[in-house]
């Protein structure tokens, strides 16, 4: 099943940080792509591209001006639209309703003032817990449940294959340079 | 069982939105408190108590200069202390390690640059994936495992009581003010 993110209303320089998380999260989890709309930012788009690069994996970002347009074509593809809201149902209630066999599932994650028209198009919209926190974790939790917490594992870090990995250890670091 | 987070190196203004989100989500996943090291951030502390007081439940944030006084105090109050990091052991083969029947678990979250110490001082150095990413949703994914998904739950959601609290609804946003 294909992962893809879309982030709504970057705002520059408020979100840089924050955005980048949700990417490096999205890529982590198995996500393959992050799309975003809101300020065009191309510093954050070639620091997850580097990132992703010397990490391993296939991940890319790009920018959208028009959400509408990503979530249509991602709809008729056969994707499943997931809006992550603390407004939305608990995921716990989702249960067997998010079905395993769609092509894929696009997770909208919200910036501030989340369009009325999200809350309509989506398939979705689910809540990780109902209260205030952030969209980084927010996604984070929905993508190890979505996943069955398999990135959790060592077996799914081995897949990235990337220049730079780690070599999990009980103290300290071991870093790992091919 | 008692969770605290211990943030290391607060930074300003970089860290300023990261260490809210910190909190938030410490909060939101049930933990009763976050200590910061670093720079002290008087406004950082303000908005996480305000929010806390209007959304309910207990929580409560604090200052400390000295990151190893508050390990040893809690260690000896019967804490067990885990350190997220990305250099540690994938959560799913701690497994039963982590005792349920301690008194209560601090977890250090680090920023940049955390004191080799602190790998040798934590009880387990955990990794949520060994890829990186970010510090919120390593400690969301954690608390969540750690507490069974409870806070994703709506009753838990009412236990905060708050003055705000979210109606969880398909579509739409309910906000209830008392």
Avoid at 35 to 46: K, M, P, V
């Amino acid at each position: 099943m294909k992962i893809s993110i879309l982030r709504l209303g970057h705002r520059l320089p408020r979100d840089e940080r924050i955005t980048t998380h949700v990417a490096l999260v999205a890529r982590a989890f198995g996500a393959s792509e992050i799309i975003y709309t809101g300020q065009h930012d191309g510093s954050l788009e070639s620091s997850v591209s580097r990132l992703a690069k010397e990490w391993g994996g296939e991940f890319s970002i790009k920018y959208e001006k028009n959400y509408e347009k990503i979530i249509n074509e991602y709809k008729k593809n056969g994707f499943v639209i997931v809006h992550l809201t603390m407004y939305g149902l608990p995921l716990p209630e989702i249960g067997s309703r998010l079905k395993a066999d769609c092509s894929g599932l696009l997770i909208i994650v919200g910036g501030e003032q989340v369009p009325k028209e999200v809350y309509e198009i989506a398939d979705f919209n689910i809540a990780i817990t109902s209260q205030p926190h952030s969209e980084v974790a927010a996604l984070a939790v929905f993508l190890d449940h979505v996943t069955n917490s398999e990135p959790l594992k060592r077996s799914f870090n081995d897949q990235f294959k990337g220049k730079i990995r780690i070599e999990p250890s009980e103290r300290g670091k071991k870093i790992i340079k091919n």
